[in-house]
């Protein structure tokens, strides 16, 4: 499979990248900065120099054009300030729906983040507005004729991978922490299996294998 990743040097992309790329697939990052290009062809993905906060719709669709799914792995940054919640978390995202959209791929996976339905409407803090646009991304996302998955992890962190997980409605799980890279393998599952089509759900570290999770979604 030929996977287009948005925001192809995230630490999460990173990881679906190598776990792509050692499955025989063709993983595409897409990054900002050129000089991150060689840190992606090192572990065996193929990087494409584009700004989506300055891109055309034809551009990207350019990009993902003949792809088997995109996934959106972007994000403003933890240091960013609230326009970049709005330009990249919300804005990239649905111009990479416009551009797959356009481009006839129809399998999208979105990453998210628990607790976005929670998002205080009122508050300027940075971390709501971040919630708000997430969840923005998300319901756009929702409403388009796509084969759409949306995952909501939570605290993301940078131990080793388990292969074990819990999922849910969202809402429905405790909030915890997850590994990046055993949210990187849900994604991996999830691109092998398009019964997940059409389903939203928080992700955290659990003790079901990700294929038993998954199949109880």
């Known amino acids: 499979m030929r996977i287009v990743i948005a925001g192809g040097h995230g630490q999460i992309a990173l990881h679906l990248e190598r776990r792509l790329a050692g499955g025989g697939h063709e993983p595409v990052g ?7 290009v060689g ?11 584009l700004d989506l906060e300055q891109a055309s719709v034809d551009e990207v669709a350019q990009v993902v054009s003949g792809a088997d799914a995109v996934v959106f792995a972007a994000g403003g940054g933890p240091n960013s300030g609230a326009a970049r919640k709005d330009t990249v978390d919300k804005g ?7 551009a797959a959209e356009q481009a006839g791929v129809r399998r999208y996976l979105m990453v998210s983040a628990i607790g976005t339905e929670k998002a205080d409407p009122d508050s300027d803090e940075v971390f709501q507005v971040y919630l708000r646009a997430k969840q923005a991304a998300d ?6 004729d796509l084969d759409w998955t949306v995952v909501k992890p ?3 962190t940078d131990d ?8 849910g409605a969202p809402g429905s799980i405790a909030y915890g922490e997850v590994p990046r890279d055993d949210v990187a393998a849900v994604l991996v599952a999830l691109l ?3 019964a997940t089509a059409r389903t939203t759900f928080d992700l955290v570290g659990g003790d079901s294998p990700i294929s038993d999770a998954l199949a109880s979604l």
């Open 30 to 36: 897409i990054v900002r900065n050129p000089d991150h």
């Open 160 to 167: 080793p991978g388990t292969g074990r997980v819990q999922v």
């Open 192 to 194: 092998d299996d398009p």
């Open 92 to 98: 990239a995202a649905i111009l990479l729906a416009d």
């Open 39 to 49: 840190d992606l062809e090192a572990i065996g993905a193929r990087a494409v120099v």
């Open 154 to 156: 939570g605290r993301l």
């Open 139 to 144: 319901d756009d996302l929702r409403a388009r």
